[in-house]
């Protein structure tokens, strides 16, 4: 069951209990990490991970309750819970909930493709040895990881608010290790877009002097 179909349910069940006053919360990710460490992928994590907070009104006490499962089950239970938690509340602070039809900026978003794991994994392993192709003073140590995410996030209530936003995003972070010969350094370098397109050869490079430029640094007379 989707977020719109889950929302559905759950107005349907406040009707029917009579709570006139509620509000639901939705969020939901899933992302995938690759790292590289010497010349071989060395964690690979994959997660998807979401639910909804929903809170209502009654007898003038706010009820919580939440859930994981997007199920025509959990949108009536959360409705009961919720309510059977404001009837036990004992505090007597004000409750209200937020007004819809008010006015919001525009928010540009640009979207992009996102990687399939495979795609990211074959990205992060060529910028590794992009990363000890960027100077001879790169190295073991150096790393690079590979990450792509997908968010959504909804809210909606009776008093009329209904926003709903998506984001995604996807990068590369490189660490350079160098050395050279007498002390080693180490700097990092973090871009975030279309992996089809970022230049992670610029990167590494950008990562391997900015390590460079801390050898031979001494402390500064003050300490």
């Known amino acids: 069951m989707d977020f719109n179909s889950f929302k559905e349910a759950v107005i349907a069940k406040c009707a029917?209990?009579?709570?006139?006053?509620?509000?639901?919360?939705?969020?939901?990710a899933e992302s995938?990490?690759?790292?590289?460490y010497l010349h071989e992928t060395n964690q690979f994590t994959s997660s998807i991970e979401g639910g909804v907070c929903f809170r209502c009104i009654v007898g003038g006490k706010m009820g919580y309750?939440?859930?994981?499962?997007?199920?025509?089950?959990e949108a009536a239970a959360v409705v009961?819970?919720?309510?059977?938690?404001?009837?036990?509340?004992?505090?007597s602070d004000p409750v209200f909930l937020g007004e819809g039809g008010q006015s919001y900026e525009p928010l540009e978003v640009k979207s992009y493709p996102l990687p399939t794991a495979e795609?990211?994994?074959?990205?992060?392993?060529?910028?590794?040895?992009a990363l000890y192709a960027a100077d001879k003073a790169v190295v073991d140590g150096s790393s690079t990881q590979g990450i792509s995410e997908r968010s959504s996030f909804a809210i909606y209530n009776s008093k009329g608010l209904d926003l709903h936003y998506e984001n995604s995003a996807s990068g590369l972070v490189m660490a350079a290790v160098?050395?050279?010969?007498?002390?080693?350094?180490?700097?990092?370098?973090?871009?975030?877009?279309?992996?089809n397109t970022l230049d992670a050869a610029a990167l590494a490079a950008k990562a391997a002097q900015g390590a460079i430029r801390k050898l031979g640094g001494e402390p500064a007379p003050t300490g």
């Open 80 to 91: 009961e819970r919720a309510a059977d938690n404001a009837a036990v509340l004992e505090s």
């Open 178 to 195: 160098v050395t050279d010969g007498k002390e080693k350094a180490n700097d990092y370098q973090i871009k975030l877009g279309d992996l």
């Open 119 to 129: 795609e990211l994994i074959r990205k992060v392993l060529s910028s590794q040895e």
């Open 16 to 28: 029917e209990m009579g709570i006139t006053e509620y509000e639901l919360y939705y969020q939901a």
């Open 65 to 73: 309750a939440s859930t994981e499962a997007l199920n025509a089950q």
């Open 32 to 36: 995938t990490s690759v790292s590289a």
